[in-house]
């Protein structure tokens, strides 16, 4: 009713020109009220005939009425509007559906501004100033309003529950540890939020960096779109490629959301300041695994036609690579192709074999990523989560600027092996590359595998990828963490094996090196590392 109240006086209260409350409120004879200013500007407007009216009632002056303000209307409008500003002021005070409701109010509830952890209560501003006032509530723990205190109570000892059981994966209280819990293993709630929080991180840092790959796939895929362009006379060519185009991108936009949401869940878990809460929430929120339709597509952007003849013979090239990235994308099996071998110097079939070619690799400080640290005397790097220059490593037009790789020091020519330790949880690459490699960006010119100046492994933690000139080759073989790699320059041959009791060859490629080789690692995830080991000749077998 007050309302309702409120609402009427309002309109009784508003101009009829402007349809706003009255400024300035002139009374005419005729008894209707106007704002000032509104009732001269209509009056202006009728200067030219002489003849002035009420723009309700109609009535007629035959002269100009002089304007007086009434001082009773001001103080009523004057009334009105702190009325309705305090009505609307206490409104947002109130707890709605959405809003955490202070347990100590009666009646209507206001908003909860905090939650405390000792009293197990939510206070609004005004039932919360104990909290302040009073030396022993100031040692009580206040957090943001939460509608699951009760989830931080033990059921059975009624008490808070500040204690995580790694035997049975479950908060407890103090008294549990002495009961049904005694013996196992347990620790503060507030140390296993710290150890899953970083467990949280890595997980943002993969979801965040499949983000930036599909993005950067959804950014092919719609130069592609664009690009297809075909004449008459491979109309149904066109129509085809655009419609596998539509798909990819649906199909990676949605990976996208999904992905963009997950984080989301995430960084919302992270910001928790609770402990117990974020204990609660962690194994239904942080369970992630990486679907098996969700690797990376190849993409090759098309060029546009210039006549009918170089039209067909661009889409005699697009089915071929059509058939030939299904070939690779799908492929388990044919992990090693059926490469020829040098005749004159055969490849070594021993370990002591190869070492019998062992090179010592440092890396060059010039040339890593300003987020790679290089030790062990520059043969290692590793990702960290900060610049590593200047002062450790100056600008350098060597450098990579994007892309988290470095190259060696060393070229190499004729015929080398050596052998690489990585540690990480996926996408680390062991890669060689010609000198000339760009060094700026992140495009095709200087990302390893993705040109045709450099040829790459990339090493997950059960599955391997070769890449070169942007044609990705799934792999299977052992699973290792020390990778050994043979070069035979002038035989153009580049094989990868896999090294633990036994050697295991995953990949050899068979080319034309035009140019010495340099060694280059490309490290994916934070704290990533790659080595070169320091061989030492031996003659016996693997």
């Given at each position: 009713?007050?309302?309702?109240?409120?609402?009427?006086?309002?309109?009784?209260?508003?101009?009829?020109?402007c349809?706003?409350?009255?400024?300035d409120?002139?009374?005419?004879?005729c008894?209707?009220?106007y704002?000032?200013?509104?009732?001269?500007?209509?009056?202006?407007?009728?200067?030219?005939?002489?003849?002035?009216?009420?723009?309700?009632?109609?009535?007629?002056?035959?002269?100009?009425?002089?304007l007086?303000?009434?001082?009773?209307?001001?103080?009523?409008?004057?009334?009105?509007?702190?009325?309705?500003?305090?009505?609307?002021?206490?409104?947002?005070?109130?707890?709605?559906?959405?809003?955490?409701?202070?347990?100590?109010?009666?009646?209507?509830?206001?908003?909860?501004?905090?939650?405390?952890?000792?009293?197990?209560?939510?206070?609004?501003?005004?039932?919360?100033?104990?909290h302040?006032?009073?030396?022993?509530?100031?040692?009580?723990?206040?957090?943001?309003?939460?509608?699951?205190?009760?989830?931080?109570?033990?059921?059975?000892?009624?008490?808070?529950?500040?204690?995580?059981?790694?035997?049975?994966?479950?908060?407890?209280?103090?008294?549990?540890?002495?009961?049904?819990?005694?013996?196992h293993?347990?620790?503060?709630?507030?140390?296993?939020?710290?150890?899953?929080q970083?467990?949280?991180?890595?997980?943002r840092l993969?979801?965040?960096?499949?983000?930036?790959?599909?993005?950067?796939?959804?950014?092919?895929?719609?130069?592609?779109?664009k690009?297809?362009?075909?004449?008459?006379?491979?109309?149904?060519q066109?129509?085809?490629?655009?419609?596998?185009?539509?798909e990819?991108q649906?199909?990676l936009?949605?990976?996208?959301?999904d992905?963009?949401?997950?984080?989301?869940?995430?960084?919302?878990?992270?910001?928790?300041?609770?402990?117990?809460?974020?204990?609660?929430n962690?194994?239904s929120?942080?369970?992630?695994?990486?679907?098996?339709?969700?690797?990376?597509?190849?993409?090759?952007?098309?060029?546009?036609?210039?006549?009918?003849?170089?039209?067909?013979?661009?889409?005699?090239?697009?089915?071929?690579d059509?058939?030939?990235?299904?070939r690779?994308?799908?492929?388990?099996?044919?992990?090693?192709?059926?490469?020829?071998l040098?005749?004159?110097?055969?490849?070594?079939?021993?370990?002591?074999?190869?070492?019998?070619?062992?090179r010592?690799?440092?890396?060059?400080?010039?040339?890593?990523?300003?987020?790679?640290?290089?030790?062990?005397?520059?043969?290692k790097?590793?990702l960290?989560?900060?610049?590593?220059?200047?002062?450790?490593y100056?600008?350098?037009?060597?450098?990579?600027a994007?892309c988290?790789?470095?190259?060696?020091?060393?070229?190499?020519?004729?015929?080398?092996?050596?052998?690489?330790?990585?540690?990480?949880?996926?996408?680390?690459?062991?890669a060689?590359?010609?000198?000339?490699?760009?060094?700026?960006?992140?495009?095709?010119?200087?990302?390893?595998?993705?040109?045709n100046?450099?040829?790459?492994?990339?090493?997950?933690?059960?599955?391997?990828?070769?890449l070169h000139?942007?044609?990705k080759?799934?792999?299977?073989?052992?699973?290792?963490?020390?990778?050994?790699?043979?070069?035979?320059?002038?035989?153009?041959?580049?094989?990868?094996?896999?090294v633990?009791?036994?050697?295991?060859?995953?990949?050899?490629?068979?080319?034309?090196?035009?140019?010495?080789?340099?060694v280059?690692?490309?490290?994916?995830?934070?704290?990533?590392?790659?080595?070169?080991?320091?061989?030492?000749?031996?003659?016996?077998s693997?």
């Amino acid at each position: 009713m007050a309302q309702r109240g409120n609402q009427l006086n309002s309109e009784k209260l508003s101009c009829s020109i402007c349809l706003d409350l009255l400024k300035d409120p002139v009374t005419i004879s005729c008894g209707h009220s106007y704002c000032m200013n509104c009732i001269k500007t209509h009056w202006d407007g009728e200067d030219r005939k002489r003849i002035y009216s009420c723009p309700q009632c109609k009535k007629i002056f035959t002269s100009r009425p002089e304007l007086v303000k009434s001082v009773m209307l001001a103080e009523l409008v004057e009334e009105q509007k702190k009325t309705g500003l305090q009505a609307a002021a206490a409104d947002l005070c109130y707890a709605g559906p959405e809003d955490v409701a202070c347990d100590v109010c009666t009646g209507r509830k206001m908003k909860s501004v905090k939650s405390c952890l000792r009293c197990m209560i939510s206070y609004c501003e005004q039932h919360l100033q104990p909290h302040y006032d009073s030396p022993p509530l100031k040692k009580h723990k206040l957090m943001e309003p939460s509608k699951n205190l009760q989830e931080n109570i033990c059921s059975r000892h009624d008490e808070v529950m500040k204690v995580f059981c790694h035997t049975d994966q479950q908060l407890v209280c103090y008294f549990c540890t002495m009961d049904e819990h005694k013996g196992h293993e347990t620790v503060p709630a507030a140390a296993e939020r710290t150890k899953k929080q970083k467990e949280l991180e890595v997980s943002r840092l993969n979801i965040q960096q499949r983000i930036q790959d599909k993005e950067k796939d959804v950014e092919l895929l719609q130069q592609e779109k664009k690009s297809l362009d075909v004449k008459q006379q491979i109309r149904s060519q066109q129509k085809a490629e655009e419609s596998r185009v539509k798909e990819l991108q649906k199909k990676l936009e949605q990976e996208i959301k999904d992905l963009k949401r997950k984080d989301a869940e995430l960084k919302k878990l992270s910001d928790t300041p609770d402990h117990t809460q974020f204990l609660h929430n962690y194994p239904s929120v942080s369970t992630f695994s990486e679907s098996s339709h969700s690797s990376r597509i190849n993409i090759h952007p098309r060029r546009h036609f210039k006549d009918v003849t170089a039209a067909v013979k661009e889409v005699r090239d697009q089915i071929q690579d059509i058939l030939r990235d299904s070939r690779t994308d799908i492929s388990m099996a044919g992990t090693q192709p059926d490469v020829p071998l040098s005749d004159s110097q055969p490849e070594p079939t021993t370990r002591a074999g190869f070492l019998k070619y062992a090179r010592q690799i440092t890396l060059d400080p010039n040339t890593p990523h300003r987020y790679l640290l290089l030790s062990e005397g520059n043969r290692k790097a590793t990702l960290m989560n900060q610049q590593q220059y200047p002062p450790l490593y100056p600008p350098n037009p060597e450098r990579f600027a994007e892309c988290q790789q470095v190259l060696s020091k060393q070229s190499l020519t004729g015929r080398c092996y050596w052998e690489v330790e990585w540690r990480g949880i996926r996408g680390v690459e062991v890669a060689v590359a010609y000198k000339n490699i760009s060094r700026e960006g992140r495009s095709d010119e200087c990302q390893f595998g993705f040109n045709n100046k450099s040829w790459a492994l990339r090493c997950y933690i059960d599955k391997y990828k070769f890449l070169h000139n942007r044609v990705k080759t799934l792999l299977s073989g052992p699973r290792s963490s020390r990778i050994g790699i043979y070069l035979d320059h002038s035989a153009g041959i580049l094989s990868f094996y896999s090294v633990s009791k036994t050697m295991t060859l995953l990949h050899r490629v068979q080319t034309t090196f035009t140019e010495p080789l340099l060694v280059g690692f490309h490290l994916w995830n934070l704290h990533n590392s790659a080595e070169f080991i320091k061989l030492k000749s031996s003659n016996s077998s693997v």
